[in-house]
């Protein structure tokens, strides 16, 4: 990484830059010291060459950030910044992190390589926290190989890179077509059978799945335990900010206080349940190919998308990767979603190599128009 | 992606990925060029994107 400048996420602490956390509450807020993760990065010969827009405390509201491919649509969210700013070529690399869909998701509609690693094998230390059973740090590239390189030096694991650049065999795939609770929109589910064919074609076996019924209602489980544990990392500067804070975070925030412990604790208990089931689920497959969004970034900012089709990976901390597959008839990036189960990072590095030659997007760079609109 | 990595300059640097932009540096390219492309690119691109909070 020696002289590389990556991006870095604005929720994520930095002794040179100030970290504002998406919202001028914390205006001219500068860390004394960098985050565990910028330590790394600084350590393998790296440098924060600039901090990324976050959407507010790396929740729900949009930030100023533009999708690079049709600047009137959002990029996605959280970690906005970083997903368009290597999209737009201004960056090879950046960091951002995920609690629910916010590498994943902003990497597909930007039409750049997301990769969430396992829950915990990016060290968290000096991110401004949203819920600690979910927050996940990850990073944006336009290769997978560089993907590797990139969360390979965070968590220490040279064995991704070297993954990442020896694409496994024809992968075995489970192809979930959609997530019960985020219905596809018109288009893109054609979109992904498309690539799932692709694959085949390319001498992948894909077998198609569909979301035990027991799961159904995974969200739920992964809403309570986001929306508790949220409404306590924030207490002290909701309590403080209220009328600064966006009406949609103060209600989202507000669920949170009003969840009973039993229930958070009930949450707890079948994210465990549901780490198992889907371990031994996932088991006879190399990975798991699923949408990462419901389509391509939606216009307007009035959201940054739904992130439901993230969501499952999230709830039992397993590593999922973005990768761009084709442009929808608006000239959006879509993609596919690969994941396998916790540890697993470096095989599915290994099956995204093999997948992203099979789709052939290559490294493109957005063709940034001024915004019409 | 495949280009002459000791030759590319300017816009060329700036789309350079991770690996080729240490492959670039390993064929003589300097950490500065490397930063100076991408701060041309980002020139071009922000006033549009407004990807950074902090530069």
């Given at each position: 990484m020696?002289?590389?400048?990556?991006?870095?996420?604005?929720?994520?602490?930095?002794?040179?830059?100030?970290?504002?956390?998406?919202?001028?509450?914390?205006?001219?807020?500068?860390?004394?010291?960098?985050?565990a993760c910028?330590a790394r990065l600084?350590e393998a010969g790296g440098?924060?060459?600039?901090?990324?827009?976050?959407?507010?405390?790396?929740?729900?509201?949009?930030?100023?950030?533009?999708?690079?491919?049709?600047?009137?649509?959002?990029?996605?969210?959280?970690?906005?910044?970083?997903?368009?700013?290597?999209?737009?070529?201004?960056?090879?690399g950046?960091i951002?992190?995920?609690?629910?869909?916010?590498?994943?998701?902003?990497?597909?509609?930007?039409?750049?390589?997301?990769f969430k690693p396992s829950y915990g094998w990016l060290d968290f230390?000096?991110?401004?926290?949203?819920?600690?059973?979910?927050?996940t740090l990850g990073t944006?590239t336009?290769?997978v190989e560089d993907a590797g390189l990139l969360a390979g030096a965070l968590a220490r694991q040279p064995d991704w890179l070297d993954a990442a650049t020896t694409?496994?065999?024809?992968?075995?795939?489970?192809?979930?077509?959609?997530?019960?609770?985020?219905?596809?929109?018109?288009?893109?589910?054609?979109?992904?059978?498309?690539?799932?064919?692709?694959?085949?074609?390319?001498?992948?076996?894909?077998?198609?799945?569909?979301?035990?019924?027991?799961?159904?209602?995974?969200?739920?489980?992964?809403?309570?335990?986001?929306?508790?544990?949220?409404?306590?990392?924030?207490?002290?500067?909701?309590?403080?900010?209220?009328?600064?804070?966006?009406?949609?975070?103060?209600?989202?925030?507000?669920?949170?206080?009003?969840?009973?412990?039993?229930?958070?604790?009930?949450?707890?208990?079948?994210?465990?349940?549901?780490?198992?089931?889907?371990?031994?689920?996932?088991?006879?497959?190399?990975?798991?190919?699923?949408?990462?969004?419901?389509?391509?970034?939606?216009?307007?900012?009035?959201?940054?998308?739904?992130?439901?089709?993230?969501?499952?990976?999230?709830?039992?901390g397993f590593p999922a990767i973005?990768?761009?597959?084709?442009?929808?008839?608006?000239?959006?990036?879509?993609?596919?979603?690969?994941?396998a189960s916790a540890g697993q990072d470096a095989r599915l590095l290994a099956v995204a190599a093999?997948?992203?030659?099979?789709?052939?997007?290559?490294?493109?760079?957005?063709?940034?128009?001024?915004?019409?609109? | 992606?495949?280009?002459?990595?000791?030759?590319?300059?300017?816009?060329?640097?700036?789309?350079?990925?991770l690996?080729?932009?240490?492959?670039?540096?390993?064929?003589?390219?300097?950490?500065?060029?490397?930063?100076?492309?991408?701060?041309?690119?980002?020139?071009?691109?922000?006033?549009?994107?407004?990807?950074?909070?902090?530069?």
């Amino acid at each position: 990484m020696r002289g590389l400048g990556i991006g870095v996420k604005d929720i994520i602490d930095t002794a040179a830059l100030p970290t504002t956390i998406g919202t001028p509450i914390h205006d001219g807020r500068q860390p004394t010291r960098d985050a565990a993760c910028v330590a790394r990065l600084t350590e393998a010969g790296g440098f924060v060459f600039g901090k990324t827009v976050t959407t507010a405390f790396a929740f729900l509201d949009s930030g100023a950030t533009r999708n690079p491919w049709q600047p009137a649509h959002t990029p996605g969210g959280s970690s906005s910044g970083s997903a368009a700013a290597v999209a737009a070529g201004a960056l090879a690399g950046a960091i951002g992190t995920q609690t629910n869909g916010s590498v994943v998701r902003p990497a597909a509609f930007c039409g750049v390589v997301g990769f969430k690693p396992s829950y915990g094998w990016l060290d968290f230390t000096g991110v401004h926290p949203f819920s600690e059973t979910l927050d996940t740090l990850g990073t944006f590239t336009r290769t997978v190989e560089d993907a590797g390189l990139l969360a390979g030096a965070l968590a220490r694991q040279p064995d991704w890179l070297d993954a990442a650049t020896t694409p496994s065999h024809a992968p075995r795939v489970a192809f979930l077509p959609a997530f019960p609770w985020s219905p596809m929109l018109p288009g893109a589910a054609d979109a992904l059978t498309a690539s799932a064919v692709q694959l085949r074609t390319a001498g992948a076996t894909v077998t198609p799945v569909t979301l035990p019924d027991g799961w159904r209602d995974a969200h739920r489980v992964h809403r309570t335990i986001m929306l508790y544990e949220g409404a306590r990392a924030l207490a002290a500067v909701q309590a403080a900010h209220r009328a600064r804070i966006s009406a949609p975070v103060n209600a989202a925030l507000d669920e949170g206080h009003a969840i009973e412990e039993a229930d958070y604790r009930a949450a707890l208990t079948a994210r465990k349940q549901a780490i198992a089931y889907f371990t031994e689920w996932l088991a006879p497959y190399d990975g798991v190919l699923a949408p990462p969004a419901t389509g391509g970034a939606p216009e307007g900012f009035a959201s940054t998308g739904d992130p439901g089709c993230c969501t499952l990976w999230s709830l039992v901390g397993f590593p999922a990767i973005a990768l761009p597959a084709g442009l929808d008839a608006n000239g959006l990036p879509l993609g596919v979603q690969l994941t396998a189960s916790a540890g697993q990072d470096a095989r599915l590095l290994a099956v995204a190599a093999w997948c992203e030659a099979a789709l052939g997007w290559g490294a493109r760079i957005a063709p940034v128009r001024p915004d019409a609109g | 992606m495949s280009m002459s990595i000791s030759d590319c300059t300017g816009e060329a640097l700036a789309a350079l990925t991770l690996a080729d932009a240490i492959r670039a540096r390993d064929a003589g390219r300097t950490a500065r060029a490397l930063a100076e492309a991408a701060l041309q690119r980002i020139e071009e691109v922000e006033p549009t994107v407004q990807a950074f909070a902090h530069l």
